[in-house]
C-alpha cells in the first residue's frame, strides 16, 4: 500500500545491524519520537546513539499522517486542563508549542525540504452552534495563552466553497508539510551529527544486563546504557509493559489527482482544515493541487480500494463539486492510543526509557517527546512531573480495542443527530 508521500519521496538507504556493537543510547523505533530524541541527544554533545527501525525511517504514522503541525494532544484542552490545573495544564500546551517552533527552526538550520505552508489551521464549525467556537477560542485564550482568530461564515465561504461549515478559528501559528520528508530530514541531520541509524533491524529481544541492557536483533546485538522504546502502534513482542499501554488504532487518509485551477472551486486558501466534530475530517491543498483528505478511526486494515471508497464519501459531502474528481492514492496506517488520551513519556522502574501513545495529533508532541528524552537522559532536567499523571495505564488488548471502535460509532452517531439539528439554508 503505497501512500502519496512515499511516492515523492527518494529514500535514502540505511545498513542492517548485523554483529555486536556498544552504544550509549539505544532507540527502538525509527519514527519521529525516536528520531527527534536521536537528533536532541547528539545536539546535546551525546555519542553513541543508535536508532534500530524494524521497516524503513518513518515507516509508521510519522510518515503516514495528515501532515498538520499545531499545538495540543489528543486529549482536549478542556480536560487536560480538568486532569491538571490551570499551571500544569498550560505548561504542557506550552511544550508542545514551543515544538511547533522547534521544528520550524530544524527545517531552517538542517535545509529539509518537506513543502512546509505555513498558512495556519482551521478548525471549521460543522455545527450551525456559534457557541461552539466561542467556548474554544476562550478557553484557549485564557487558559493557555494561545489567539486562535475568528472566522466569520462569510469569511470561511470566501477559502472553504462548502456550505457545510457555519464559520471558523484559525490557529495561526500552525502550519502543514509532507511528513515523510521532514522525518527523513530529522534522520540526515540525525546521522550527520553522529548517530547511527539502522533499518530492517527488527528487535527480537530485550535483557537487563548489569547497569545497562542488551538489544537483540536477528542479526545483532546493542549493549546499552540506556534504551528507549518508541515504535508506537507497530511495536510487538519487545517490551510488554509499554505495548499493552497502547491501542493500535486504525485511521486512513487519500490523495486526489491534481486540480489545477479547480482547486479553487472547492478550496481557494493554503490552510488545512479540521471540522468540529469527534468524528472530523481532516484535510489539506498540497502544493501541486492535489487535496490530501483524512478521517475515521478503525481496528480495521482496509485495502486501499475500500479506503478510497470510504473517503470519497466524505470529500463529497464537503464538496459535492468534486464528484468526478480521481483518486490517486489511498492508504492506511496505525496511530497509538492510550486510554487516558495523552502522550506517555517517561522512564519505568526497569531504566527503560519510552514516548508512545500520540494518538492522531502526533507530529509536534513526537518532537516534544525527543526533546523531554534528550535532556533528561543527557541529565539536563528531568522529565516534567505533570506527565506522571498519563502512565502506561493498560488497554487490555482486543477489549480496548472493542471499546476504541464501539466509542468512535456512538460519537459518529451523536454528531450526526446534532448536524441534523440544523437550520434549512
Known amino acids: 500500500m503505497q501512500s502519496f508521500y512515499e511516492a515523492s519521496v527518494t529514500r535514502p538507504e540505511h545498513a542492517r545491524l548485523t554483529g555486536r556493537r556498544g552504544a550509549r543510547v539505544c532507540i527502538v523505533g ?3 519520537a525516536g528520531l527527534s530524541t536521536a537528533l536532541g541527544l547528539v545536539e546535546r554533545g551525546v555519542r553513541d546513539v543508535v536508532v534500530l527501525e524494524a521497516k524503513q525511517m518513518g515507516f509508521g504514522a510519522s510518515g503516514r499522517n495528515g501532515g498538520f503541525v499545531f499545538g495540543g494532544y489528543s486529549l482536549d484542552c478542556a480536560d487536560l486542563l480538568k486532569t491538571l490545573g490551570p499551571q500544569r495544564a498550560r505548561e504542557l500546551y506550552t511544550l508542545t508549542t514551543d515544538a511547533v517552533d522547534l521544528m520550524r527552526v530544524r527545517i531552517r538550520r538542517y535545509h529539509i525540504d518537506c513543502d512546509a505552508t505555513h498558512a495556519g489551521v482551521i478548525l471549521a464549525n460543522w455545527f450551525d452552534e456559534p457557541a ?6 476562550r478557553l484557549m485564550k485564557d487558559s493557555f495563552g494561545v489567539d486562535w482568530a475568528p472566522l466569520t461564515e462569510a469569511q470561511l465561504a470566501e477559502k472553504l466553497k462548502s456550505r457545510r461549515y457555519h464559520g471558523g478559528l484559525l490557529e495561526p501559528n500552525a502550519f502543514h508539510f509532507h511528513p515523510l520528508k521532514y522525518v527523513l530530514g530529522v534522520a540526515r541531520a540525525a546521522v550527520s551529527a553522529g548517530a547511527d541509524l539502522y533499518e530492517h533491524s527488527p528487535v527480537v529481544g530485550l535483557e537487563r544486563q548489569g547497569n545497562g541492557f542488551l538489544v537483540k536483533t536477528a542479526e545483532g546485538a546493542i549493549d546499552t546504557q540506556h534504551v528507549v522504546m518508541a ?3 507497530y511495536a ?6 509499554v505495548e499493552r499501554a497502547v491501542l493500535p488504532v486504525a485511521t486512513y487518509v487519500m490523495a486526489t489527482e491534481p486540480l489545477g485551477e479547480r482547486l479553487k472551486d472547492a478550496i481557494d486558501g493554503a490552510s488545512a482544515v479540521y471540522d468540529t466534530r469527534f468524528a472530523f475530517d481532516y484535510y489539506r491543498p498540497l502544493l501541486d493541487t492535489r487535496i490530501l483528505w483524512g478521517g475515521r478511526i478503525s481496528v480495521r ?4 480500494e475500500a479506503i478510497a471508497r470510504l473517503l470519497r464519501r466524505d470529500l463529497l459531502k464537503v464538496y459535492p463539486q468534486l464528484h468526478d474528481v480521481r483518486i490517486d492514492y489511498a492508504w492506511g496506517g496505525l496511530m497509538s492510543y492510550a486510554r487516558h488520551k495523552m502522550p506517555q513519556i517517561g522512564q519505568s522502574a526497569d531504566g527503560v526509557w519510552y514516548a508512545v501513545g500520540f494518538g492522531g495529533h502526533g507530529m509536534a508532541p513526537t518532537t516534544v517527546s525527543g526533546e523531554l528524552l534528550a535532556a533528561a537522559i543527557s541529565g539536563e532536567r528531568p522529565v516534567p512531573e505533570a506527565f506522571g499523571n498519563f502512565g502506561l495505564t493498560r488497554t487490555f488488548g482486543a477489549l480496548g480495542l472493542a471499546a476504541a471502535q464501539l466509542t468512535y460509532t456512538t460519537m459518529q452517531t451523536r454528531d450526526a443527530l446534532a448536524a441534523r439539528h440544523r437550520p434549512a439554508r
Open 30 to 32: 525509527g519514527g519521529l
Open 132 to 137: 461552539r467556537l466561542e467556548t474554544q477560542r
Open 236 to 241: 510487538r513482542n519487545v517490551y510488554r509493559r
Open 231 to 233: 515504535g508506537g502502534g
Open 301 to 304: 486494515d482496509r485495502e486501499p
